[in-house]
């Protein structure tokens, strides 16, 4: 079993819907990271937390360290939307320390 | 300010071969961490360099190397190519060992 699991795998949305991505972990964190990468392969990240809620335009990402949840949301979702999201965390153990631990994204296209 | 940059941006190498690939941090960041991205799955940690010293290691054969020169920016080799070792490479610098990372457009190597 992934230390970081994602779902869905792929979501297709059409434009003006809200869209939700949910990531679930195993391990203890320090931080977790919600990136988007487009085709390309450059990564852009998004939100970086470790509790709580961050909203930055029309992206809300939410964290429950009890429950190892966090869930991404797109309010008014727009074809320039479409990328993959990937949710990534900060372990908090040994020698791990510091490095980053990926899910495997999921793929968002929105139509227009 | 410039963002992290690496080169080359694609590279394409025989089974066997030896490929060095660069990456320079943003300015006034320490850390860098190296991943590996292969098609279709989430990038896995390679190394982590802080102050010039690894400072995490992922599961990754002897074959990869990487350093940290004095002014931050880092090498990863990898010998011996493999046809598997196809994927995107991803450069990542943070403030320090803790902070928010930011990618570079990565570097997309072949192994034919």
């Known amino acids: 079993k992934n230390e970081v699991e994602q779902s869905p795998q792929n979501l297709t949305a059409q434009e003006g819907e809200f869209i939700t991505i949910n990531c679930s972990y195993s391990?203890?964190?320090?931080?977790l990271h919600w990136l988007q990468q487009h085709p390309g392969g450059g990564i852009v990240s998004l939100f970086m937390?470790?509790?709580g809620k961050k909203k930055h335009g029309r992206l809300i990402a939410t964290i429950n360290i009890q429950e190892k949840h966090s869930s991404l949301h797109i309010t008014a979702s727009h074809p320039r939307d479409s990328a993959v999201y990937i949710c990534?965390?900060?372990?908090?153990?040994?020698?791990?320390?510091?490095?980053?631990?990926f899910g495997k994204g999921t793929k968002l296209s929105v139509k227009p | 300010d410039a963002g992290v940059t690496q080169s080359p941006t694609h590279l394409i190498k025989t089974r066997g071969q030896h490929v060095t690939l660069r990456c320079s941090p943003i300015?006034?960041?320490?850390?860098v961490s190296w991943y590996q991205q292969v098609l279709g799955q989430g990038p896995q940690f390679i190394f982590q360099?802080?102050?010039?010293?690894?400072?995490g290691r992922g599961n990754f054969p002897d074959r990869f190397s990487a350093r940290q020169f004095p002014n931050y920016s880092s090498e990863l080799n990898v010998n011996a190519l493999l046809l598997g070792d196809s994927a995107l490479y991803l450069c990542?610098?943070?403030?320090?060992?803790?902070?928010?990372?930011?990618f570079g457009p990565g570097t997309r190597l072949t192994v034919l």
């Open positions: 360099y802080y102050e010039k010293e690894e400072r």
């Open positions: 990534a965390v900060r372990s908090n153990y040994g020698g791990s320390q510091g490095n980053l631990i």
């Open positions: 990542a610098s943070s403030f320090n060992r803790g902070g928010e990372q930011f």
């Open positions: 391990v203890g964190i320090s931080a």
């Open positions: 300015s006034g960041h320490k850390s």
């Open positions: 937390l470790s509790s």
